[in-house]
């Protein structure tokens, strides 16, 4: 069973950078470079949404907000994805989650990270 663990949240202040990372456990480089990661946050009343999403082959996409502030990266040796992320805003504090999805289209997800934007 896949097990997915987020680290690297806290408290930045607005225009400050921070990078998330999610451990995959449960798996190995073979396996883990086949799954498609993402990205994901909930801020507060708000539904989840996605951010940052990296393909198998390394292809990536970004939601319009996050364009050219967010960088989402994989280290299949590692079994790890990372997300960072510069020129932090107030309303991007959330939680933020990594999902992975196997090829069968199965998700797994992480129990999420606080970010929290503020001065």
């Known amino acids: 069973q896949l097990q997915l663990v987020e680290s690297g949240g806290g408290l930045v202040q607005p225009g400050g950078s921070l990078r998330l990372s999610c451990a995959a456990n449960?798996?190995?480089?073979?396996?883990?470079?086949?799954?498609?990661m993402h990205w994901y946050r909930r801020a507060p009343g708000q539904e989840r949404e996605l951010v940052a999403k990296?393909?198998?082959?390394?292809?990536?996409d970004y939601t319009d907000a996050v364009k050219g502030r967010f960088t989402i990266s994989r280290e299949n040796t590692k079994n790890s994805i990372d997300l960072q992320m510069n020129s932090l805003k107030p309303e991007e504090t959330a939680v933020y989650y990594c999902k992975a999805e196997n090829l069968a289209g199965w998700s797994y997800w992480g129990q999420g990270t606080q970010v929290n934007v503020s001065s």
């Open positions: 990296i393909t198998p082959g390394g292809g990536t």
């Open positions: 449960g798996t190995n480089g073979n396996i883990f470079k086949l799954y498609k």
